[in-house]
């Protein structure tokens, strides 16, 4: 999978050099380049922000910084893949350092690297200096060339964290996981120009997504988090595929809860028949777990239960939590006194 994240502070997503993702783009399963959007800007002070229209606080990311930025993506093909459409872009890439940078946009003197042979994905996570090697006014002329328009299932997604997006969760994970390119564009001050997501819609399938009913101060902790979740969903990252399957929202409930050695730990002891190595009864009691447990911390995932994935069991434990299951609905019951509050007993 090929993955591409626009910030202002590319440095941010430095931590998705670490653990399983790094291990993922080291392996070459995921293709993840970072790229300063201050990079695809014109003017000397590599502005990316402006007033609002209209007044109010704050200031709101200029449109042609992200449509450059954005447009370089859509026309480049990831490292290692054969070029499509290169014509209209003139994306080049070089080595030089971002106070270099500056000075080149205008006087270039280093030569050219065609990007497709840029710097493999394996590289630290912020090197990947995009720059345009056109002058400004050359830049000018390009701006307006249209990149070549795909049919909408090919294009790339185009993923703009934002509180004002629908809500991230494991089903969008699973999707978001089948998919060939993720871009996410990472807003800061008070968003992106509204225009660059009409605009954008050209050329990519846009979604807007928030990690939930908060405010961050940008997007970078939602890509953080998103690409977390997404890239652990591409065969071959996580080790053990059997583990993405036990876990929490996989099956729409929470997950059970685990112990390790020592079974007896500052007087506390762990479910017995965690203990009996008959796996049916375990199997049965875990399952239990995780419909006690998502009763108690997310009622809201227990109501949204399909009663046909429900088996017998299930249906007499949600009863004895106080709900009551017809053929097309769980729905709330009134409660039997103490027994949906009521915790496995444990044996030290
Ligand atoms: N940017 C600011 N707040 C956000 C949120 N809740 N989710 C995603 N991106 C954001």
């Not at 872009?89 to 690297?113: G, L, N």
């Not at 053990?240 to 730990?265: F, M, Q």
């Not at 019951?333 to 009521?342: L, R």
């Amino acid at each position: 999978m090929r993955i591409d994240v626009v910030s202002i502070f590319p440095e941010y997503l430095a931590a998705l050099d670490l653990s399983l993702i790094g291990k993922a783009r080291q392996d070459g399963l995921l293709q993840l380049k970072v790229h300063d959007l201050r990079d695809f800007t014109t003017d000397r002070h590599r502005t990316v922000d402006d007033t609002p229209y209209g007044g109010g606080a704050g200031m709101v990311m200029k449109p042609e910084p992200w449509a450059q930025a954005l447009e370089s993506l859509v026309a480049t093909p990831a490292v290692g893949t054969p070029a499509v459409d290169q014509g209209n872009a003139s994306p080049v890439v070089d080595q030089v350092s971002a106070s270099e940078r500056v000075e080149t946009q205008t006087a270039p003197t280093t030569p050219a690297v065609d990007r497709a042979s840029a710097s493999p994905v394996s590289d630290k996570v912020s090197d990947s200096p995009v720059v345009d090697q056109v002058s400004a006014s050359e830049r000018v002329e390009t701006q307006t060339a249209p990149t070549r328009v795909q049919p909408a299932a090919a294009r790339p997604i185009l993923i703009v964290p934002s509180p004002a997006g629908e809500v991230f969760n494991q089903a969008l994970a699973y999707e978001l996981a089948t998919e060939d390119h993720l871009v996410f564009a990472c807003g800061r001050y008070e968003g992106i120009d509204e225009r660059v997501l009409e605009w954008a819609a050209e050329h990519f399938r846009v979604r807007p997504v928030s990690l939930g009913d908060y405010v961050l101060n940008g997007g970078e902790v939602a890509v953080l988090a998103m690409v977390e979740a997404v890239g652990r969903l591409v065969p071959g990252v996580v080790g053990n595929p059997e583990s993405l399957v036990e876990e929490s929202h996989s099956d729409g409930l929470l997950e059970y809860p685990v112990y390790t050695k020592p079974s007896d730990w500052r007087g506390r002891g762990i479910p017995e028949v965690l203990l009996s190595g008959n796996h049916a009864k375990i199997a049965r009691h875990r399952r239990d777990e995780q419909l006690r447990r998502t009763a108690e911390r997310r009622p809201d995932l227990i109501l949204a239960l399909d009663p046909e994935t429900l088996d017998k069991a299930d249906r007499a434990t949600l009863g004895t939590l106080g709900y009551a299951i017809t053929p097309t609905q769980v729905l709330p019951a009134t409660p039997k006194s103490g027994v949906a509050a009521e915790a496995t007993p444990h044996t030290p």
